[in-house]
């Protein structure tokens, strides 16, 4: 027997999202109706610091969740990358972008400008390594965030993390992460269902992306050591957290939704680099394997590799004391299984620009939404993953969390003539993490 989604499932408050479904069609957006018509509303400005492909995707959605917001400034370190933004943009949406000459910001301190600016929100989307500082720096000046995942590469950043969250709370800010497959309806309706204990009690979850390789910069001859790290960030743990933080942290988000957000007591794993070997991939592994381990000897599986050549998947499979559940994103199957199957038959989205309508309509109606302590505990079960793997030993997420390891400089010190080492590949059994 199939039972379909009731398409009305969106509607509800879902646990562990932190988050009401508040878009138009469900809270209404803060603008009187007269005659039949809206009222025009007050412009929402927006500034972006991070102008690369993500980033430009951002601001792209922001715009579309909401006619009346508009760019107003934009920040990146590449002169290069602010300006194929700007150009992708205004064809975009080109009545939505007031950005002026003197209002794109380039270099390490564009983001300060663009935050002391009179914006109203910013859009995180720089290499997650220098995430908290610019949280911190958004939060200490009032500014509601869009902030991508993941959001620290280190624990030192997701205590700060953590700390710039609560004063966004205390402050009435909202906060709202790239956690994307919580604003996707199909992946809401289901993981209700498994909060609701339409499966009973979930014992396992069993997480797996398999991927094969991604882009890669060459070196220039008149690139420094610092910049040819930046443009090739993803390889350099000190700015991406690892492959396992920056991308794989999705699936670990959905793990973690599925056990109600719950903390991990411990984590063992391996991981390593088989095919990205040369220098020219940094010091990041190209496979992992991690299992946490939670309360009532409850497990979370994580499997992942980046390797060309290779079958690929992309997966998330839920086992519970009366059911089954699974998300198979290439399949494109939402499904429980028990005495009774379930289906997803509802509406669809685009949940990159659920997020913004969500966050606007929040800021617009006054009352907030805060993602913080969901995004940075999401982050740091992708940090402690990349512990467990990078020193084979098991790691408490005590220790984890308190763990003082540094992996980038000061936020203060970057300069194009930084010479950043770039660390040994990690080797389990001998790396040090704690």
């Not at 992306?209 to 930046?230: A, F, H, I, S, V």
């Not at 988000?253 to 984590?267: N, T």
Request: charged share 25%.
């Amino acid at each position: 027997m199939f039972e379909k989604a009731d398409k009305n499932d969106r509607r509800s408050f879902l646990k562990s999202t932190g988050t009401a479904i508040i878009g138009s069609t469900v809270l209404p957006l803060p603008f009187s109706i007269s005659s039949g018509m809206a009222a025009q509303r007050a412009p929402l400005k927006v500034g972006l610091i991070g102008c690369g492909g993500r980033g430009t995707g951002a601001a792209a959605q922001a715009l579309k969740a909401d006619k009346d917001a508009v760019l107003t400034c934009m920040a990146d370190v590449f002169e290069d990358y602010l300006e194929e933004s700007y150009q992708s943009l205004i064809k975009i949406s080109p009545k939505q972008i007031k950005v002026d000459k003197d209002r794109k910001y380039v270099g390490f301190d564009g983001y300060k400008k663009v935050i002391d600016s009179d914006v109203d929100v910013v859009i995180l989307t720089t290499p997650p390594g220098f995430r908290p500082s610019h949280f911190k720096a958004a939060v200490d000046a009032g500014k509601h965030v869009f902030c991508e995942k993941p959001v620290a590469v280190d624990a030192p950043g997701v205590r700060s993390i953590l700390e710039s969250a609560r004063q966004a709370k205390e402050k009435g800010l909202s906060v709202v992460s790239g956690f994307t497959f919580r604003y996707d309806f199909p992946k809401r309706a289901l993981f209700k269902r498994i909060l609701d204990g339409q499966i009973g009690e979930v014992t396992s979850v069993f997480t797996a992306r398999n991927g094969g390789g991604l882009w890669y910069k060459p070196r220039q001859d008149n690139w420094t050591e610092m910049e040819y790290q930046m443009r090739n960030w993803y390889y350099y743990d000190w700015l991406s957290g690892d492959y396992i933080v920056e991308m794989m942290v999705h699936s670990l988000d959905m793990m973690s939704w599925a056990l109600g957000d719950r903390l991990p007591i411990q984590a063992t794993g391996t991981g390593g680099r088989q095919s990205r070997t040369e220098a020219q991939w940094g010091n990041i592994y190209d496979h992992f394997a991690i299992e946490y381990e939670y309360e009532n000897n409850i497990k979370g599986v994580h499997f992942s590799r980046q390797q060309k050549g290779c079958s690929n998947t992309n997966k998330v499979d839920i086992a519970g004391t009366e059911g089954f559940a699974s998300v198979d994103i290439g399949k494109r199957v939402h499904a429980t299984m028990g005495r009774q199957r379930w289906d997803y038959d509802g509406e669809y989205n685009n949940p990159y620009e659920t997020q913004h309508e969500e966050l606007f309509a929040a800021i617009r109606s006054g009352k907030p939404i805060n993602e913080g302590e969901l995004m940075a505990n999401s982050t740091m079960l992708a940090i402690l993953g990349r512990m467990v793997g990078y020193s084979g030993q098991t790691i408490t997420w005590e220790e984890a969390m308190n763990s003082n390891q540094t992996l980038g400089p000061a936020a203060d010190a970057y300069s194009w003539n930084l010479e950043w080492p770039v660390p040994p590949v990690a080797v389990p059994g001998v790396t040090k993490v704690v």
